[in-house]
Each structure stands twice: as structure tokens, then as C-alpha cells.
């Protein structure tokens, strides 16, 4: 059940809390992070979300939940937010709010789609547009943790404009640890690019994981389509489909 903690046994409903915007960052020209101080932010695991709240001046409330990208060492709570022309709240989010504005969110949500850095590896990553952020919390989560399990991120995005944390990616990916990001762009490849030009299939997924007797895990995150496909080609391909985690997202309103 969304919303609710595990507290002795007993469920428990999670509480609002108010939390102020400390720093706005922009990764695309759709895509903002927003870095957050929340005093009573009782930590997370990578990989799960928060449920955002706002409140009009004449009472409307609008709720969206939205995933976390920072790792559980940071000191700070980041949301990856990408503005949807249609939305109700994700709008606001990344073109009215400002430094110093504060924010109802309660969290963290979710203990299915999760990782941590005990558990090792191999871990092959898939996300889809937006779907990329709570992978980049285990991404960063691994990094901070001092893990060298060998992990690698398959990133599909329409454009290069549109690959959210590219320079981190490649800047992680040049540590030399054992993580290693691809890229694959499905409309446009500018010139000189080195990534993938095409749609994730089993063939790609093939060509950039492991073989399943390596017993790798697997998380798919992104839109429904991209994840069901994704999920299909990694068992057809010899994974067991306990082995693979998958966090969807479909049109909400925004």
C-alpha cells in the first residue's frame, strides 16, 4: 500500500512533511532536479519514491509521486522531475518553483524495486527517458557505498538532448570501477555519435548485458510499453523472471 511504513509489525501512514528547496537543477530543457533539505527525512533505499503534494490557496490539492535520485548517503533529497505539457503538477515543479520555496512530500515509498550495494552484482540497469532516475540512485548509491560490483546502465532516450545525466554517467563510467553506461537514441543521432541508434530489443540487451549464467539481476524502469518489452526480451533471453524488477510509469496527469 503507497503511503504506508512498516512500524512493528503494523502498517503505518506515512507523514507529511515540509521540506525547502535548496538548489534547482536543470538537465534538460524538459528535465530539472530539485535538491531538497528535509530535516525529518528518515533515509531511503535506492530506487524508491516520494508522493509530492500541492496545495492551491483556495484549498485544491494536487498529489504525484515521483522517484528519488539521490543515493541514501547524500545529505540532501533530490527529485528528477520531467515538466509534461499537460501536466497539473510537474509544471510548477520545474517552471514556478524557486530556491528557498517549500515542499509537502512524504516518504520514502516502495521496497520491491530496490537495490543496495551488499547484494553486489552483476546488475544491468534499462531505463526509458525519465525512467532513468531511480537507477541513477543505485548508480550513485554504488558509488558512495564504495562498491565495485560490475553494473552497467542501458539508457534509451529519443535524442541526445534529452539523455538526462549524461556527464555524470560518463564521468562515473570513467573511474574505471566496473560500471559502464550505453546509450541508444530511437529518433535522432547527431553527427559523430558513438551510442546505439535504435530501439532496445533482446539483441541489444544481449549485446550490452550478461549472459543469464552469470546470474545477473535486472531493473527496468520507464514507460509501460518500454518496460514490458524490456522485461519479455530479458526472460526470452534466459533470465529468470525473478531476477528482473521492473517500475512502470504511464500518463498520470503529471
Not at 533515509?43 to 509521486?65: N, P
Not at 554504488?142 to 553494473?151: L, T
Not at 539523455?163 to 564521468?171: A, P
Request: aromatic share 8%; with cysteine.
Amino acid at each position: 500500500m503507497a503511503g504506508a511504513a512498516i512500524l512493528g509489525g503494523l502498517r503505518a501512514p506515512l507523514a507529511w512533511q515540509l521540506c525547502v528547496v535548496a538548489e534547482l537543477v536543470e538537465e534538460t530543457p524538459q528535465v530539472k532536479t530539485l535538491v531538497l533539505d528535509a530535516p525529518d527525512w528518515p533515509g531511503h533505499l535506492a530506487g524508491q519514491h516520494v508522493d509530492v503534494r500541492l496545495t492551491a490557496e483556495d484549498g485544491y490539492q494536487a498529489q504525484r509521486s515521483y522517484s528519488i535520485a539521490s543515493a541514501p548517503e547524500e545529505g540532501r533529497l533530490a527529485l528528477t522531475v520531467e515538466s509534461l505539457s499537460d501536466g497539473e503538477v510537474s509544471p510548477y515543479l520545474t517552471e514556478v518553483l524557486v530556491v528557498g520555496d517549500k515542499l509537502e512530500l512524504r516518504g520514502p515509498i516502495g521496497g520491491y524495486f530496490v537495490w543496495d550495494a551488499g547484494e553486489g552484482g552483476p546488475v544491468l540497469l534499462v531505463g526509458g527517458g525519465s525512467g532513468v532516475v531511480p537507477l541513477m540512485a543505485m548508480i550513485r548509491h554504488r558509488r558512495a557505498a564504495g562498491s565495485h560490483a560490475p553494473m552497467r546502465l542501458l539508457y534509451s532516450a529519443k535524442r541526445a538532448d534529452d539523455l538526462i545525466y549524461r556527464r555524470e554517467l560518463e564521468e562515473l563510467a570513467a573511474h574505471g570501477d566496473g560500471f559502464a553506461p550505453f546509450f541508444t537514441l530511437t529518433r535522432e543521432q547527431p553527427d559523430g555519435w558513438q551510442g546505439f541508434g535504435r530501439r532496445v530489443d533482446r539483441e541489444l540487451l544481449a549485446e550490452v548485458g550478461w549472459p543469464a549464467a552469470e546470474d545477473p539481476r535486472a531493473f527496468v524502469c520507464g514507460p509501460t510499453g518500454f518496460v514490458e518489452a524490456v522485461a519479455s526480451g530479458l526472460v526470452e533471453s534466459g533470465l529468470p523472471p525473478q531476477r528482473v524488477k521492473t517500475e512502470r510509469f504511464g500518463p498520470t496527469g503529471g
